[in-house]
């Protein structure tokens, strides 16, 4: 079931049956069955940054494969569903996108809440754009609750395609400076060519997922459980391991 370099990768692959990629299968809530203790959830992704910066075309880019060069200002907030498959596994990414103007920042911070990743975006042609990142991560983590989990965080430098591979190399360490800051991937991006964005949500996609099946899983002597139904032995970093 699992492709020869994984295997090199991880030789443990080796001992894995079938029954794991319908276990997997489970997971995803396909033929889940009763009392399994699984549920799967839903990947909320918030977009903030400044005005102008190109969240809207990195949300219309991902989910519809399209870039418009005029500009019209987000009002308030809106918000797409996308279904990926991930090893075959059905799972959704809901993403908000707010408006930068900052009249609608109240409006936008209602939904702030429960987050999973928070995507902070810039425009890699605009330095103060930027500086203006560690604003938007502060306000958007002071509306959280206590019970939520800390969400991934990803500087998002946007319109990598306006600029020369000499200036970019200079905004990059910026960028990667303020990330470790903010305690942030970093990643640069074209909406305009599509560079890096169907990465960039498959990797928060990756990371959410990871934590809900963690959380499904336990472990036991070895032995991987979803509720009551043994999966494979192993230990459960391996298997995620595997996953990605
Ligand atoms: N060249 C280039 N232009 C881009 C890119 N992404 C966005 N733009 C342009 O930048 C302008 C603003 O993009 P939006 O996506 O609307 O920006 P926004 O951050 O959603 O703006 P608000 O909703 O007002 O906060 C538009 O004219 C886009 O066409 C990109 O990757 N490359």
């Given at each position: 079931?699992f492709?020869?370099?994984?295997?090199?990768k991880?030789?443990?692959?080796?001992?894995?049956?079938?029954?794991?990629?319908?276990a997997?299968?489970?997971?995803?809530g396909?033929t889940?069955?009763?009392n399994?203790?699984?549920?799967?959830k839903?990947c909320?992704v918030?977009?903030?940054?400044?005005?102008?910066?190109g969240?809207t075309s990195?949300?219309?880019?991902f989910c519809?494969k399209v870039f418009?060069?005029?500009?019209?200002?987000?009002i308030?907030?809106?918000?797409?569903?996308?279904q990926?498959?991930?090893?075959g596994?059905p799972?959704?990414?809901?993403?908000?996108?707010?408006?930068?103007?900052?009249?609608?920042k109240?409006?936008?911070?209602c939904?702030?809440?429960?987050?999973h990743?928070?995507?902070?975006?810039?425009?890699?042609s605009s330095?103060?754009t930027?500086?203006?990142?560690?604003?938007?991560l502060?306000?958007a983590?002071?509306?959280?609750?206590?019970?939520?989990?800390?969400?991934?965080i990803?500087l998002?430098?946007?319109?990598?395609?306006?600029?020369?591979?000499?200036?970019?190399?200079?905004?990059e360490?910026?960028?990667?400076?303020?990330?470790?800051?903010?305690?942030a991937?970093?990643?640069?991006v074209?909406a305009?060519?599509?560079?890096?964005?169907?990465s960039?949500?498959?990797?928060?996609?990756?990371?959410?997922?990871?934590?809900?099946?963690?959380?499904?899983?336990?472990?036991d002597?070895?032995?991987i459980q979803?509720?009551?139904?043994?999966?494979?032995?192993?230990?459960?970093?391996?298997?995620?391991?595997?996953?990605w």
């Amino acid at each position: 079931m699992f492709e020869n370099k994984e295997i090199e990768k991880f030789p443990q692959a080796l001992n894995f049956t079938p029954y794991d990629k319908f276990a997997f299968s489970v997971a995803a809530g396909e033929t889940c069955p009763q009392n399994s203790g699984f549920n799967l959830k839903v990947c909320k992704v918030i977009i903030l940054g400044d005005l102008c910066v190109g969240k809207t075309s990195l949300l219309n880019r991902f989910c519809y494969k399209v870039f418009d060069s005029n500009y019209r200002s987000t009002i308030g907030v809106d918000f797409q569903s996308e279904q990926i498959n991930i090893l075959g596994i059905p799972y959704y990414l809901q993403i908000w996108d707010t408006a930068g103007q900052e009249r609608f920042k109240c409006i936008a911070q209602c939904y702030y809440r429960k987050a999973h990743v928070i995507m902070l975006v810039f425009d890699l042609s605009s330095i103060r754009t930027l500086a203006n990142c560690k604003n938007w991560l502060r306000d958007a983590l002071e509306v959280r609750g206590e019970s939520d989990n800390r969400p991934y965080i990803f500087l998002v430098g946007a319109k990598k395609d306006l600029l020369s591979n000499e200036s970019y190399n200079s905004v990059e360490d910026l960028a990667l400076n303020t990330a470790k800051k903010l305690n942030a991937e970093f990643w640069s991006v074209s909406a305009k060519t599509g560079e890096n964005i169907d990465s960039l949500f498959f990797r928060a996609a990756a990371l959410s997922f990871d934590d809900d099946l963690c959380m499904c899983m336990s472990e036991d002597n070895g032995n991987i459980q979803i509720g009551s139904d043994l999966i494979c032995r192993g230990n459960k970093s391996d298997i995620i391991y595997l996953l990605w």
